[in-house]
């Protein structure tokens, strides 16, 4: 019984860490909508990725500090951090990245509500990966879509356009991404896994940035290598953004991802991540004063009863082994 009631207790908590980290990154969506007139979205993730990367080395010393005082250290093979890390970082880059291509051909609401797919891509890819989820899982994160659905306010997905399959593939590496840490998790130091994801990702938004947004050549007898959009001014008017999305939405947000997902279960964290959406519009109501339609309300109802969904399974499984 006090197994079970160990792996229930920590799982709730798991999944309690992810609400704050959903209600963190819906937040972080004013911050980035503020900066879109200012900075490349590549540039922006490169600059933010960076940022989280760096405020985690900090953290990563006083944890050593502290278990030298305290324990022997497990040293993780540096060939494993790197190769786990930079495929972490390499499909956060391809979903982020291939979110954004998506957006510039279809509408906001199609791309919110496409990218929030990975509700159900996750438990169906994680089959394949020998993950099992429970009908209650299941049930919740078809609410979910149906929230999701309400709460974008999506109207028309009949005519699929190549916006909408890029987000499709933005949908599936974010699954994979949360997938992977899964497995990674187990094995790796969460800060050490973050801080390599957090790098690797900024390094390929950098060197994407370099091509589409920094430099640019235009076919004309003298030639312009620098982007004349591209300032320093640009990037210290979106300091605040930056801040906000580097430090707690990367920092915080991805690094509280990886340690949460030690004990929850990856439909689990795809069903609480889904209520993203549902935080951010919140946030723009609060913040930026932008009121929904009348069926976002329903919307927000239902993403709740998917989100108390996800525990039935906890909360069965302890109730099925106590005495």
């Not at 290598?225 to 707690?248: E, H, M, R, S």
């Not at 339609?293 to 329903?298: E, I, L, P, T």
Request: aromatic share 12%.
């Amino acid at each position: 019984m006090g197994k079970f009631s160990i792996l229930g207790n920590k799982t709730l908590a798991a999944d309690g860490l992810l609400v704050f980290i959903a209600i963190i990154w819906g937040t972080a969506f004013v911050a980035q909508k503020a900066s879109v007139e200012s900075v490349g979205s590549l540039t922006f993730n490169a600059i933010r990725m960076m940022l989280g990367a760096i405020v985690l080395v900090p953290v990563l010393i006083f944890q050593r500090t502290q278990k030298r005082k305290h324990q022997r250290q497990e040293r993780v093979p540096a060939l494993r951090l790197l190769v786990f890390g930079t495929i972490c970082g390499v499909l956060l880059f391809l979903g982020v990245t291939f979110q954004q291509i998506g957006i510039q051909y279809t509408s906001v609401a199609n791309s919110s509500f496409i990218t929030s797919l990975y509700v159900i891509l996750i438990p169906l890819f994680g089959i394949l990966f020998g993950r099992r989820t429970g009908y209650a899982t299941w049930v919740a994160a078809l609410i979910a879509l149906v929230a999701l659905f309400l709460i974008t306010g999506v109207t028309d997905l009949s005519n699929f356009n190549r916006g909408d399959i890029y987000t499709l593939i933005c949908a599936a590496f974010t699954a994979l991404h949360v997938l992977f840490v899964d497995y990674a998790v187990k094995k790796i130091d969460a800060i050490q896994l973050s801080i390599v994801q957090a790098s690797i990702t900024s390094i390929i938004s950098f060197a994407a940035a370099g091509f589409n947004e920094i430099y640019q050549v235009k076919k004309s007898p003298t030639p312009e290598i620098f982007n004349p959009n591209f300032t320093w001014q640009n990037i210290i008017d979106c300091a605040y953004p930056l801040f906000f999305a580097g430090v707690l939405s990367v920092g915080i947000g991805y690094t509280l991802q990886i340690v949460a997902q030690k004990s929850a279960p990856p439909a689990h964290v795809a069903i609480i991540f889904s209520s993203e959406a549902m935080f951010a519009t919140l946030t723009a109501i609060l913040v930026l004063h932008e009121y929904p339609a009348v069926q976002s309300y329903f919307g927000f109802a239902l993403m709740l009863i998917a989100m108390l969904a996800t525990e039935f399974d906890v909360l069965r499984k302890k109730r099925k082994h106590a005495p």
